[in-house]
């Protein structure tokens, strides 16, 4: 279906709104608009970073994409194949193709089972393996993400943050799948554990041709570990571009301030840059600001911006923005 | 010497846990001078938290226990004065602003309130004389129409105006030193960049010293003139901010600056990572803490541990291996 075979993942104008519900007959009285028209391509093989703030809908999009909530509206291809017009048949199947590795090590594990038991889960919910070979898989897995085959006997409090991280990578290689949606996976660990996590991720890809959907608020870890970002911003992309392409001339005013907000490790570099400081808070996701989301905060709004929302257009090769104003930042 | 605010000396705290004594500070010393930011950076378990809040006898007691040491404030041992004379120094003359500003305010108090009391109890200000104070601190942190919303309780504003409402609070007795744990860890980016704005227009206009508490590098780059990085209980490496970035000695700091990914990072190359976990102290270590990490260690570093020894001006490092020629130090 998909014209373009190096394209595994495709969201097109992805849409989740989750109902509130009030008073004693439950009526919906509103919806809190988490995910409100994402399109974006994932490429075989590539990291795609999607970054923003805390409730921009960054995770609800990874989790939306896996069917793990009904979509609202809007379409995902994965590999050609519509996922939401799947049978649960065959979208169990596809399953196996698309994993997810949680952002909390020591909340995804369940503390009552040993690590065999977390690991070789997957096989034995999908049928894959069966008794010996079962063992022989996790033992093998183990490995792979440099975790002690002798440990498969333990139980999840007897790691460490980075070991837990490690058994859920682990959880979700068990199956071979060919797509991974990271949810934060180290955003909960200690900067010294973080680079390990990371540089078993990039190992892990190489190996096994992995794609990533590697969803973090951390943008320098985002400029490491991706080829292409995605920037959102309460529901929406705003930017998305080659990675160097959009650190070093962002398109957006929101893009431009969050990158000036990250602080640099070194006291030189830090005092050179240009800081660009955001007045205000993120508006609420239950009633969103009219045209442009990013309006109330911005710098250089103006009264187009209240009245239309922009249109996610490519200003350069593979450089989208959403914004009525971006040409100004083109040199 | 008289510019020195704060100057601790030998500070040992240990907690009591059903597994055995943590020593969870292991002969601290470290001083503070008058309007200096001093950055204290290490990764969880490292003492930086429990060695500020055991200068300050915040910590509880028992489990803790403060086993060594002395923690001058104006040349009085903060460790030796009794809770009432403590309690004093503590909100009027040193103040804390804390990581989690949802669970460090009061939920069924109004934010006036919370910012009123200390006022009255610690400055002898009157009701009304509060209440106006109140409302000037809060326009200060930068929350519009301040008076309006004294009213309000904690759960009607976001999380970064709620570190704003922490930070009035502990500046609100003009404190000669503000001693901030990770405020901004909770936050986003963006409104980390707005407190760390916030706190730097503060320190100039008001002249406080500051002790930032952090595990993030990048933070403190942008606002310490001196560091002291901590593991297993120690201060390992101590500096001022522009050389700890340029040259960092001990390996522990090369590790994890090389561990952090930059966001105007040019080439990609694979993250330096440090093998191994930071350690849980059950006993006292008598050799050096990090060496079961280090790719540096030698002999002697698992068999004494390394004092903290300069290496440079005023720049100083608890390691016996010179890493940039891999033998010891002369």
Not at chain 1, 302 to 308: G, L, Q
Not at chain 2, 32 to 46: A, D, I, Q, R, Y
Not at chain 2, 230 to 251: D, Q, R, T
Request: glycine fraction near 8%.
């Amino acid at each position: 279906m998909s014209a373009n075979n190096d394209v595994l993942l495709h969201v097109d104008n992805l849409v989740m709104h989750f109902p509130i519900y009030r008073g004693v007959f439950q009526r919906q009285v509103g919806a809190v608009h988490a995910v409100d028209g994402v399109s974006f391509d994932v490429k075989r093989g590539e990291t795609l970073g999607l970054v923003g703030e805390s409730g921009c809908g960054k995770s609800t999009t990874g989790r939306t994409i896996l069917q793990l909530y009904k979509a609202t509206a809007g379409k995902v291809l994965f590999d050609g194949a519509d996922l939401m017009s799947l049978k649960r048949e065959e979208m169990r199947w596809m399953r196996r193709q698309m994993q997810m590795i949680f952002q909390d090590p020591y909340a995804s594990l369940n503390p009552r089972m040993t690590v065999a038991d977390i690991v070789g889960e997957p096989l034995m919910v999908h049928n894959a393996a069966t008794g010996k070979e079962i063992q022989e898989r996790v033992a093998h897995l183990l490995e792979l993400v440099n975790l002690s085959p002798s440990f498969a006997g333990r139980y999840p409090h007897e790691f460490s943050g980075g070991q837990r991280q490690r058994i859920g990578v682990a959880r979700a290689l068990a199956l071979q799948p060919s797509f991974i949606v990271c949810d934060e996976p180290i955003s909960a660990l200690d900067v010294s554990i973080q680079a390990q996590v990371v540089n078993l991720l990039e190992e892990l890809q190489e190996q096994f041709n992995l794609t990533y959907l590697f969803i973090a608020h951390d943008l320098s870890m985002v400029r490491h570990i991706s080829k292409r970002v995605a920037v959102m911003y309460l529901g929406v992309i705003v930017e998305l571009a080659e990675r160097d392409e959009l650190y070093s001339q962002p398109l957006h005013p929101y893009t431009q301030a969050l990158l000036s907000a990250v602080p640099i490790p070194d006291p030189l570099a830090d005092a050179r840059r240009k800081r660009v400081i955001l007045e205000g808070d993120v508006p609420s996701p239950v009633n969103p600001p009219s045209g442009c989301r990013f309006r109330t905060r911005c710098p250089i709004a103006d009264k187009i911006c209240a009245e239309t929302r922009p249109e996610f257009r490519q200003l350069k090769p593979g450089h989208f923005v959403a914004c009525h104003f971006a040409e100004r930042f083109l040199q | 010497m008289p510019d020195l605010l704060l100057d601790v000396q030998g500070l040992e705290t240990t907690f009591k846990t059903p597994d055995g004594v943590i020593h969870a500070v292991n002969g601290v010393s470290f001083n503070l001078k008058e309007g200096e930011t001093l950055g204290v950076v290490g990764e969880s378990g490292c003492g930086k938290s429990v060695t500020m809040m055991s200068a300050l006898k915040l910590i509880p007691m028992p489990p803790g226990k403060i086993t060594a040491g002395k923690a001058f404030f104006f040349g009085k041992d903060l460790l030796q004065m009794s809770s009432e004379e403590i309690r004093h120094v503590r909100g009027a003359q040193i103040s804390m602003v804390f990581q989690d500003p949802m669970t460090s305010l009061n939920p069924v108090l109004t934010i006036g309130r919370q910012l009123e009391e200390p006022l009255m109890l610690h400055v002898g200000m009157s009701k009304k004389q509060a209440q106006e104070r109140a409302a000037e601190l809060l326009s200060m942190v930068g929350i519009p129409n301040a008076k309006d919303r004294l009213g309000d309780y904690p759960h009607q504003y976001s999380g970064g105006m709620r570190q704003r409402v922490m930070i009035a609070m502990a500046l609100s007795c003009s404190p000669q030193i503000l001693i901030a744990d990770e405020p901004t860890t909770a936050l986003d980016v963006t409104i980390q960049a707005q407190i760390t704005d916030l706190v730097r227009r503060l320190r100039d206009e008001l002249g406080m010293a500051i002790i930032w508490i952090t595990h993030d590098l990048g933070v403190v780059a942008g606002l310490a003139q001196r560091v002291i990085v901590m593991y297993g209980g120690f201060i390992i490496e101590e500096s001022p901010v522009k050389e700890l970035y340029a040259n960092p000695e001990h390996p522990y700091t090369i590790g994890l600056l090389g561990s952090l990914p930059r966001v105007d990072e040019q080439q990609h190359q694979k993250l330096f990572s440090i093998e191994g976990q930071p350690p849980v102290l059950y006993q006292k270590p008598q050799t050096c803490p990090f060496a079961p990490r280090c790719k540096w260690a030698k002999e002697r570093c698992w068999k004494e541990n390394p004092m903290l020894l300069p290496v440079g001006p005023e720049h100083r490092a608890a390691c016996w291996v010179d890493t940039k020629t891999g033998s010891y130090r002369a």
